[in-house]
């Protein structure tokens, strides 16, 4: 079983900050890559932002210079730091991982449930 559980979301003023974690658990040969991925109201899912095993770094253009991916290996943990946050940032976020379990020669896509970011005065 793969586990992918985030947190941090919640309710912020325009230009506030939020820290978004999600940690993966479970049998867990190998991480490849971890990211975010939001969906607004009405709106299709889309990337935020992805970073891989090597640390490369794909961000959105909607939330460069606000948004920060990193990940922790150790941890199997990916974060999302949220800056000068607009009310348009307002989504579920949620967490992916492409991954490989134990015993496994493949690797899949797993996903967590979300989390709720709201950003209103």
């Known amino acids: 079983q793969v586990q992918l559980v985030e947190s941090g979301g919640g309710l912020v003023q325009p230009g506030g900050s939020l820290r978004l974690s999600c940690a993966a658990s479970?049998?867990?040969?190998?991480?490849?890559?971890m990211g975010w991925y939001r969906q607004g109201p009405g709106k299709q899912r889309e990337l935020v932002a992805g970073?891989?095993?090597?640390?490369?770094?794909n961000t959105a253009d909607s939330v460069k210079g606000r948004f920060t991916i990193s990940r922790d290996n150790a941890k199997n943990t990916v974060y999302l730091q949220m800056n000068s946050l607009k009310p348009e940032d307002t989504a579920v976020y949620y967490c992916?991982?492409?991954?490989?379990?134990?015993?496994?020669?493949?690797?899949?896509?797993?996903w967590g449930q979300g989390t709720q970011v709201t950003v209103s005065s």
């Open positions: 992916n991982a492409d991954l490989r379990r134990i015993g496994s020669f493949s690797s899949y896509v797993y």
């Open positions: 479970g049998s867990i040969a190998s991480i490849y890559s």
């Open positions: 970073i891989n095993l090597g640390g490369n770094i």
